[in-house]
């Protein structure tokens, strides 16, 4: 299952809040969103979060290939 899960302390109605994209139980990625721009705006932010991160690893991936040289 794949969820965006909104982690912020306190539920808010407005204001930027902290999401959590996860995959079954595993968080693939953080970002922020803020709830008054919708719900399509959080789809995509998380689309790009998920993005960067498997950008990210795949550089961490390389980078510990090139140390183990």
Same mark, same amino acid.
């Given at each position: 299952?794949?969820?965006?899960?909104?982690?912020? *302390?306190?539920?808010?109605?407005?204001?930027?809040? @902290?999401?959590?994209?996860?995959?079954?139980? $595993?968080?693939?990625?953080? +970002?922020?969103?803020?709830?008054?721009?919708? *719900?399509?705006?959080?789809?995509?932010?998380?689309? @790009?979060?998920?993005?960067?991160?498997?950008? $990210?690893?795949?550089?961490? +991936?390389?980078?510990?290939?090139?140390?183990?040289?």
């Amino acid at each position: 299952m794949i969820a965006i899960i909104n982690t912020s *302390p306190t539920p808010q109605v407005s204001g930027t809040c @902290d999401y959590e994209v996860r995959i079954n139980r $595993q968080v693939i990625t953080r +970002f922020q969103h803020r709830r008054e721009d919708g *719900p399509a705006k959080c789809l995509r932010l998380a689309a @790009d979060a998920v993005d960067q991160a498997r950008q $990210q690893r795949f550089i961490e +991936f390389v980078a510990a290939v090139v140390e183990d040289r």
